[in-house]
Nanobody, 121 residues
């Protein structure tokens, strides 16, 4: 299956911005929907955004208006632009492919190592 590698995380002050990238080992044009997940300390992994094959973006309420998901099929890359970051955004961020069902997204690919995002209080 197509392998995905996340990058772009780091340390940032509250209110700052980061742009995460998810680079695929092969074409992402025909593998269906893709999305971003995160796992905060002491919490379960949660879906925060996904993009359907038709290009419709969906977000969890906590990131609406602050995060933007997009992709570049020519570069085999999925992006997550994160603005106005908050301490609660501190987590390891993962990307994955999956199946979109309305506002729900079911991951179906293997998980990578993710990229750490830390927002200072």
């Amino acid at each position: 299956q197509v392998q995905l590698v996340e990058s772009g995380g780091g340390l940032v002050q509250p209110g700052g911005s980061l742009r995460l990238s998810c680079i695929a080992s092969g074409s992402i044009a025909n593998i269906g929907a893709m999305g971003w997940f995160r796992r905060a300390p002491g919490k379960e992994r949660e879906r925060i955004a996904h993009l359907t094959l038709g290009g419709v973006a969906r977000y969890v309420d906590s990131v609406k208006g602050r995060f933007t998901i997009s992709k570049d099929n020519a570069k085999n890359t999925l992006f997550l632009q994160m603005n106005n970051l908050k301490p609660d955004d501190t987590a390891v961020y993962y990307c994955n492919r999956g199946e979109a069902h309305g506002s729900a997204f079911l991951p179906i690919g293997p998980w990578g190592q993710g990229t750490q995002v830390t927002v200072f209080s």
